[in-house]
């Protein structure tokens, strides 16, 4: 039957839906969902969730943290329908670490769960054992995409705009030159990110290689506590304030050779 649902591998918790806590080495159809069609399933650390094309919301496996969405934190064997939404119908549903976001036909973002740094959004640290929406985000903006990760949460809108909330880096400072940007956080990390096809993104190496969104933390720069950037290189202080140039730059503006361009070691 079309939507069916498969599932195998790791059991211990009973995240496979099967009935059992018995780790299955191949696909085993999940029978509780015999004549449902499930549209999207999710899957988190030890535990599962699934929306179907009626909009119902299931979910199943470990279910301490209240993950699972029905009211207790106990773990199920078998999907069980999640009858708290105020009776919204769901279209996306996505599973962090211990944590289990969904998104109501009506637009409404809802996420339940654990929530020790802030990864379901409501303003508190406290686990939430049924769906709660998710009030910061209003109903003009309409959810695309969502996902889940070991602490954190994020959000796409079809505008384009991406929200994210948890567990973060708290930044000090940044900096921007021509088409990148550096950032130091309050642990005195330098993060880069954007253009680097004359290295001044710090990782030794040339080239952007689309990385625009993710910025990498240059290990050799920890324990600054400002960035300076210019169009192609950058300049950091080193501990006795005594600015050093940390990658290349044109018309020998770092006092190298042309023929001998080449990140500079701190």
Known sequence: MEGAVQSWGRNQNGQLGLGSTEDSLVPQRIEAFKGVCVKMVAAGAEHTAAVTIGGELYGWGWGRYGNLGLGDRNDRLVPEEVSTVDGEKMVLVACGWRHTISVSSSGGLYTYGWSKYGQLGHGDFEDHLIPHKL???HSHHRISQISGGWRHTMALTSDGKLYGWGWNKKVVQISCGWRHTLAVTER???????????????HGEYGSSGQHIESSNIDSLSGKISVSPSDTYAIVPDDNSVPATTVKGNRNDLSVPESDVKRVRL
């Open 188 to 202: 005195h990390n330098v993060f880069s990110w954007g253009r680097g096809t004359n290295g001044q993104l710090g």
């Open 135 to 137: 009030e910061a985000l």
